[in-house]
């Protein structure tokens, strides 16, 4: 057990991401890195993504890498998976925000890296919130 409480010192919003390209591979090989954890390790709350317009439905899933390439399956975990249902451009009702609570902690160098399961058209944001470095 920890003798002092960590709390996050740096916050750090990642580096948000528009995915288009499909990445079939449940291996994490293919994925896209949206966060990575500082010197001290890191805080990520959770994952939100938003359509950018027209889209077929996928699945987003989100996988911690543990710092090695992301192009070698065996650095990748999967931990989460998350439908993301089809939108529709409008401009008298808003896009769904899809949110995906991770709440966890990142050892030094770990990263978040997200995937989707089809092609989109118009692209899905995709961010980190309030999530921070240790």
Do not use: H
């Not at 999967?78 to 991770?102: G, H, K, M, N, Y």
């Amino acid at each position: 057990m920890a003798s002092t409480p960590s709390f996050i010192g740096t916050p750090d919003c990642g580096t948000p991401a528009t995915l288009t390209a499909a990445s079939i591979n449940p291996d994490g090989t293919g994925s896209t890195l949206v966060f990575t954890a500082g010197v001290n390790g890191a805080y990520v709350d959770r994952i939100v993504a938003v359509p950018r317009g027209t889209n077929v439905a996928t699945v987003l899933r989100v996988f911690k890498n543990n710092g090695g390439p992301i192009a070698t399956p065996g650095n990748n975990f999967l931990v989460r998976e998350v439908t993301c249902p089809l939108s529709s451009v409008s401009q008298t009702a808003a896009q769904a925000v899809i949110l995906v609570p991770l709440q966890c902690t990142l050892q030094a160098g770990w990263q978040i890296t997200v995937a989707i399961g089809t092609a989109l058209a118009a692209g899905l944001d995709v961010s980190v919130e309030n999530s921070g470095n240790f």
